[in-house]
């Protein structure tokens, strides 16, 4: 049989990507027709109050604050994000420190980052918007960074759009890297560029993970759609001045593709407390024994992940069962957060959740590691985190 050439084999190779793409997006729009074709639960009363609570509590998170004290400066040293477990408890630490500081001006000391992973970036610049929605009728505190020893560091972050959101006080990035192996952080406030942001996170992942064909479409229409779905309801459908985050990258030595897609809302337990389940979970966070409020934000990401409870405007409230209540199975988006975590699980895919105090960290077996509340808050609305594993670089 006769030898094929590079140039034959990179001709078959692009050939298939391109079919791969056509038939993922097939399948996309067909899923998407589908849930346009679901009856809704019509019920206007009912969504005006829903929107009028969440309303309350956007702007009791989103009110002013006078910033009076001196300059702070806050240094991110060594590794900054979520991606290893053994920077996760340091990460919390400083998102507290910065989220909630009360100072006229705040200096990010970036000089001895040695790397900042995407979860890192996400953080701060949702943290650095969350300021100017909460101050925009007035002067908000300056946030400023300066340019990391590390040239790798440097160059990622002006490359991710990192200084587009945080400022930077001196430094000329001259180094380049490669492009294709990132997804750049951009703050959207327009649903039509969902298909082009999808587009962009398919791409990464048909070019760098270890997911099959198969894999990938299920990824697709069971995680991205739904984690979409989430963010913009919880960001631009709840305020036209607010958005929802992603940011994408390709770790060849790690072999993992880090993944952020996060909004700027009222976080998940809020969310829950004010959705159509509402009454049902009340009864429940009283049969637990914990309340409504910041120090159980951790439990309240836990029941979304484990129970078929949503915050979603169309999610259906309990319906009663001949033997016992129970939430019902598939309905709507209902179960949107436990569909991800078992989508997650078949694919082997690390799932993190950080949603104003509290977090649930998911390993990729579907097992909730580590779960809790801070007394501050760790993200300024809700994130969702995803190691997706991918093709390792030797060296």
Known sequence: MKKQTRRQLEFYRIKEYKARKIQIKSAKK????QKKLCPKVKNTSTRDSIRSK????RMNLYKKFRYKNKPLTVEIKDELGIEKKENVSAFFDLAEEIIDFDSKELKLDLRHCTR???SGVTMLCSFVEWLTLANKES???????????????????????????????NGIIEKKSKIDTKVKIRLESDTSKIDEREDEIQDLIINYSMLNKEQIELFINKVLIEIFSNVTEHGIASNRNMGYWV?????????????????NGIG????????????????????????????YDGEFIRMALEESVSGALSAF?????????????????????????????????????????????LDSSGNIYSKGSRLKRIFAGTMYHMSIPAQRMEG
């Not at 067909?30 to 027709?33: D, E, N, S």
């Not at 809020?270 to 910041?294: D, H, W």
Request: proline content about 4%; charged content about 25%.
């Open 247 to 263: 940011l994408g990258q390709y770790h060849g030595r790690t072999g993992i593709i880090s993944l952020c897609i996060a909004d």
């Open 30 to 33: 067909a899923r998407r027709k």
């Open 139 to 169: 002067r908000h505190p300056i946030v400023l960074s300066n340019t990391p020893y590390s040239s790798d560091v440097a160059t990622y972050l002006s490359e991710c759009g990192f200084y587009e959101f945080v400022g930077r006080t």
């Open 116 to 118: 900042m992973w995407p």
């Open 268 to 295: 998940i337990r809020n969310s829950l407390m004010t959705g159509p389940q509402r009454v049902e979970l009340a009864s429940k966070i009283q049969r637990i024994g914990i309340e409504n409020n910041e120090n």
């Open 317 to 361: 409230p309990k319906t009663e069962g001949l033997i016992l209540k129970q939430y019902e199975k598939g309905s709507r988006r209902g179960n949107g957060l436990s569909r991800i975590r078992d989508t997650c699980r078949k694919l082997g895919i690390n799932l993190s959740i950080l949603s104003q105090n509290g977090y649930a960290l």
């Open 54 to 57: 969440r309303r309350e509590i």
